[in-house]
């Protein structure tokens, strides 16, 4: 199980065709572009330092293309996610905080203050960022760092966030931070209105811009009303293009790049057509038009036409990939969405697609709810908090919430909407997945889910308002981050949307249509 874990991920998910990094590319925000199937490095977000770290004491990962697998060396994964004890500089955000401080790269972080780390450096470093945003000790963080064999104390002035800033999920603090995010996407957005293509190429570049729209919408933008209304109407030409071609918009059932010709079926199609779905219906739940509504009817459509006999739902239509399996359920998931998503608009998806679903996913169950990964031996039982959110949002968009099997998968989003770090292959998908879904599971899912989680959201921050992706068990055992690879648009909206979904409030409206409200 743990091979096909790996080869699930850097496969499936990194070695897809990837266009590459321009000579003169600034080394932020991932450094130099490693070869196929890895944008740049993993490493530890410094939060509102504008610092980028790895583990000074772990060797770095080895990855070598094996000609149709991949074989990975690097760190185990870990018991407590806490950390490092000392993290190395290897990027610096241009002119932010901590190089106008004068962090360098290669120097050391040891400690926050005079205090060397004890049990890990996230936590510490989170706290640390908080109290120096909101005004503590004038605004400076104060850094232990070892430098030529050395330690001294380093001064960093942090933005001012003012006194809100102490409680960054408060509705100004949110405020202010999905403010920051949103303009992030809005400079990076293209002018046909959707994002440069990474991972997954087309697929990624309509699922970049199908979040980064609900990223607008659930912060109060729709097609009429909002100061990103514009950038919303452009996400919704792009994606509403992308469905009208069937057949045309991905892999077209096999990879382009030559690297990857007689390794199996990598049609991807299925993701986008789920995410647009998704981005496309709630939009049309708000501001309903022919156009939109013949868009979503594409998507699912297409999304019909791609369930497989079992009444799974995989990567993309066209048999077993090069890893021999076909079905995998965080897609399942995500169709179920889609699908709903169209129902709301009055199209009519078949009993029969939703029954033939419903039996896969209790066939890859243990019965308690959570979803496995397929109903192959090895895979299915073991339960996880993004593919069971994703079901159960999608049970709830269908109007089947309150099901027998549909209230199951409710009750497992409750009880681990704080075990998202213990996912598999991308760790913003569960994030996200989790985020949604424990807003619509209710307040103790969400606060299950920010105890766990909001380290991480102070850690993900970056002086430019964008997000960025972090390590992980998975990620530090394989030397390679699918994240990474799908970049930083991606990591920034999936981020924002979580927050601007909990707690919803006049300002930020949420996402009503994908949570079954």
């Known amino acids: 199980m743990r091979a096909f874990v790996r080869h ?123 109290k120096a945003e909101s005004g503590a000790k004038k605004g400076i963080l104060t850094l232990l760092v070892e430098r030529d ?25 949110r405020k202010a931070v999905i403010a920051k995010a949103l303009a992030f996407l809005d400079s990076k957005q293209a002018s046909s209105g959707g994002f440069a293509q990474t ?25 009429e009303q909002g100061a990103y209304k514009e950038n919303v109407t452009k996400a919704v030409e792009f994606v509403s293009r992308w469905c009208a071609r069937p057949g045309e918009q991905g892999m077209g059932g096999g990879m382009a790049d030559p690297r990857m010709q007689g390794r199996g079926n990598w049609n991807q199609n299925n993701w986008g057509f789920a995410h647009a779905a998704i981005f496309l219906g709630e939009v049309h739940a708000r501001t309903p038009t022919r156009d939109v509504k013949q868009a979503l009817a594409n998507a699912a459509k297409a999304l019909l036409d791609a369930q497989e006999e079992s009444g799974g739902w995989a990567h993309g239509p066209g048999g077993p990939n090069g890893l021999g399996y076909v079905e995998l359920n965080i897609v399942t998931g995500l169709a179920l969405c889609g699908l709903g998503m169209a129902q709301k608009s009055g199209y009519e998806v078949p009993e029969e697609a939703i029954e033939k679903a419903e039996a896969y996913l209790k066939a890859s169950s243990s019965g308690d709810g959570g979803i496995g990964y397929s109903d192959k031996p090895g895979q299915r039982g073991q339960g996880n908090i993004g593919r069971s959110a994703a079901a159960m949002l999608g049970y709830g968009v269908l109007g089947l919430g309150k099901s027998g099997w549909g209230a199951k998968m409710r009750k497992y989003v409750e009880r681990t909407a704080d075990k998202v770090l213990g996912g598999h292959a991308s760790l913003m998908q569960h994030i996200l997945l989790a985020g949604v879904g424990a807003n619509a599971a209710g307040k103790s899912a969400v606060s299950k889910f920010w105890k766990a989680l909001e380290r991480d959201l102070i850690l993900a921050r970056a002086p430019d308002g964008s997000f960025q992706p972090r390590p992980w068990h998975e990620s530090l055992s394989m030397g390679s981050n699918s994240d990474v690879t799908f970049g930083q648009i991606w990591t920034t909206a999936a981020w924002t949307v979580v927050l601007a979904c909990a707690p919803q409030g006049p300002d930020h409206p949420g996402l009503p249509a994908w949570l079954g409200r």
Not at 32 to 60: C, E, P, S, V, W
Not at 85 to 113: T, W, Y
Not at 149 to 173: D, F, H, N
Not at 212 to 218: E, H, R, V, Y
């Open 149 to 173: 064999g050395k330690r001294e104390k380093l001064a960093i002035a942090i933005p001012q966030g003012g006194k809100e800033a102490s409680k960054p999920l408060k509705a100004k603090a």
């Open 199 to 223: 991972l997954s190429g087309a697929n990624g570049a309509v699922v970049q811009t199908a979040v980064a729209g609900l990223a607008w919408l659930a912060a109060g933008n729709d097609l």
């Open 8 to 130: 699930s991920l850097s496969l499936c998910l990194a070695a897809l065709l990837l266009p590459t990094l321009s000579a003169g590319a600034s080394e932020w925000p991932f450094g130099k572009a490693r070869g196929f199937g890895m944008r740049g490095g993993d490493y530890y977000n410094l939060g509102l330092i504008g610092a980028k770290a790895r583990d000074a004491d772990a060797q770095a990962p080895q990855t070598q293309d094996m000609g149709g697998g991949m074989r990975r060396g690097g760190a185990a994964r870990p018991t407590h996610d806490r950390g490092p004890l000392r993290l190395e500089v290897v990027l610096l955000f241009p002119e932010g905080p901590g190089e106008k401080a004068g962090l360098a790269k290669g120097d050391v972080i040891v400690g926050v203050g005079r205090k060397a780390f004890q049990e890990g450096s996230l936590e510490p470093l989170a706290e640390a960022l908080v």
